[in-house]
């Protein structure tokens, strides 16, 4: 049990990156309890053609639906893009941006996201922006200035309280099968938990990084722990659901702190 303090509700959001299909969304739905585990909110990033789809599996269930990047621009010459207005008509909530991998591989900088951020809040989806350094900048010990810079680049002037999370995803910790240590967890939530209060923006603040039903309960227990971006042990709805199960015990008996 925690006595850490937390924002409510905590998230555990899925991001199935490329994977995923109609079976697995059916398995889910059928093996996913209809309510949230206690004090938790479920959300299920599927690829974008799988949003539609994602919302009717989980319509008699409290979980909501995520897209996994979206364009800065509504409409236009964009081969390939997707306009947070186009997510929002499919039925998604959520949308997961700036990811390491998309930074990474093509490039995306935190001033485009700072305007896919602002252009997503006004279409209605709540951003989950993620930053987060490297091997080589942790390794420089440069990880608390590399993260406070994307924070700066990659929110918005105009951002408000609540309207969007932060994902701190340390890149080397992602796909790797080993989180961050509880100290290096709690070293970088502090660091951007503090920084969202001097700018006045209280956000929820969510770990990714080889997130387990293992590791789960240890982590949430973590002070500015406020939920989780899961991607391996997301695609499989029973480790889906024993992270959320030992959330809810963790969580259980800690005091919390209101959005
Ligand atoms: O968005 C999710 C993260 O990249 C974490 O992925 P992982 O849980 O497979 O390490």
């Not at 925690?2 to 109609?22: Q, V, Y």
């Not at 059916?26 to 599927?46: L, M, W, Y």
């Not at 949003?51 to 236009?76: E, K, N, P, R």
Request: some cysteine.
């Amino acid at each position: 049990m925690s006595n850490a303090t937390h924002i409510e509700p905590f998230l555990i959001i899925g991001n199935w990156k490329m994977n995923g299909d109609r079976e697995l969304l059916q398995r889910f739905s059928n093996d996913i309890e209809v309510t949230a585990p206690n004090g938790c909110k479920q959300i299920i990033c599927p690829p974008s053609v799988l949003v539609t789809t994602a919302c009717d599996a989980f319509a008699d269930h409290s979980i909501d639906v995520g897209g996994q990047d979206c364009s800065q621009h509504l409409s236009g010459a964009f081969t390939g893009d997707l306009s947070p207005n186009m997510l929002v008509e499919a039925g998604a909530r959520w949308v997961i941006l700036g990811h390491s991998e998309r930074r990474s591989s093509y490039s995306e900088t935190s001033e485009e996201v700072a305007e896919k951020t602002a252009a997503a809040i006004k279409a209605g989806l709540t951003p989950i922006i993620c930053i987060g350094e490297s091997a080589t900048d942790r390794e420089a010990s440069m990880h608390l200035e590399v993260i406070v810079d994307q924070l700066e680049a990659s929110t918005p002037e105009t951002l408000q309280a609540g309207e969007a999370a932060i994902a701190y995803e340390p890149v080397w910790a992602i796909g790797s099968g080993v989180s961050a240590s509880e100290d290096q967890v709690r070293e970088a939530h502090d660091v951007i938990a503090k920084w969202l209060i001097q700018r006045r923006v209280p956000l929820p603040v969510l770990y990714g990084g080889s997130v387990k039903a293992t590791s789960a309960a240890s982590l949430s227990a973590i002070q500015n722990v406020d939920g989780f971006l899961i991607g391996g042990a997301s695609l499989d709805p029973e480790s889906f659901n024993t992270i959320g199960a030992n959330v809810a015990e963790t969580l259980g008996s800690s005091s919390r702190s209101g959005q």
